[in-house]
């Protein structure tokens, strides 16, 4: 079984600053491993993820995310955020070998952008 | 590419009624849908798994006999609320995947909001 830790609950920032959030898993089997974001009142929207090949992943509004296996994280990045970044990530792994490609997901990072 | 809709967006029922919820993918084929179902400021709670064709597979603890799942075509699938009381009152997620861009993952839809009078 796959666990996600997303080790910050809340994480404020400000206008144009760098944001880091943070995201560990456990799992006994190689995983994919997803960032979504979610803005108030609507779906999930996938940001990135992480599949195969390089660690280095490059996804929509600027993020991006590394996949370190030794550290087992996968932890998101954006150089520089804008007030339209505030919103509620969530990142989330799946089974590589399983078939049922069912997610498992941390408990979301709330990020919010200050002026 | 990747689209998921779901209808209807908002929906208000009294208590007893049954309400149904559809997830369309608009621009893949979804050979597996997802139900989710999402607390306020949680994360989200997977209810089941359904597969074109096939009988889906609930998670423990969820009533498969309340929440019926159907996904009859490779583009849709319901979730129907059987007699919803206001404890059944929350937001409710669809997600697919299929093959291309969504092999190995989920898109989501925009999520359903349900209230039981």
């Known amino acids: 079984a796959q666990s996600v830790t997303q080790l910050d609950s809340q994480v404020p920032v400000f206008e144009e600053a760098p944001v880091e959030l943070r995201c560990n898993y456990s799992s006994s089997v190689s995983v994919y491993l997803f960032w979504y974001v979610q803005y108030p009142n609507q779906g999930l929207q996938l940001l990135l993820k992480?599949?195969?090949?390089?660690?280095l992943v490059k996804g929509i509004n600027g993020f991006e995310a590394e996949f370190n296996k030794s550290q087992t994280s996968f932890h998101l990045r954006k150089p520089s955020v804008h007030i339209s970044d505030t919103a509620e990530y969530f990142c989330a792994v799946s089974d590589q070998q399983g078939g049922s490609e069912k997610l498992v997901f941390g408990k979301g990072t709330k990020l919010t952008v200050n002026p | 590419g990747a689209v998921v809709s779901q209808h209807p967006s908002w929906v208000i029922c009294k208590s007893g009624t049954s309400v149904k919820i559809e997830c369309r993918s608009l621009d893949f084929q979804a050979t597996t849908m997802f139900w989710y179902r999402q607390f306020p400021k949680q994360s989200l709670m997977l209810m089941a798994t359904s597969n074109e064709g096939s009988k889906a597979t609930y998670e423990q603890g969820v009533e498969k006999d309340k929440f019926l799942i159907n996904h009859a075509s490779l583009t849709l699938s319901t979730l129907t609320v059987t007699s919803a009381h206001p404890e059944d009152s929350s937001f409710y997620i669809c997600?697919?995947?299929?093959?291309?861009?969504?092999?190995?993952?989920?898109?989501f839809g925009p999520g359903t909001r349900l209230l039981v009078l």
């Open positions: 997600s697919a995947s299929g093959s291309g861009r969504s092999l190995r993952t989920q898109y």
């Open positions: 992480y599949l195969s090949g390089s660690t």
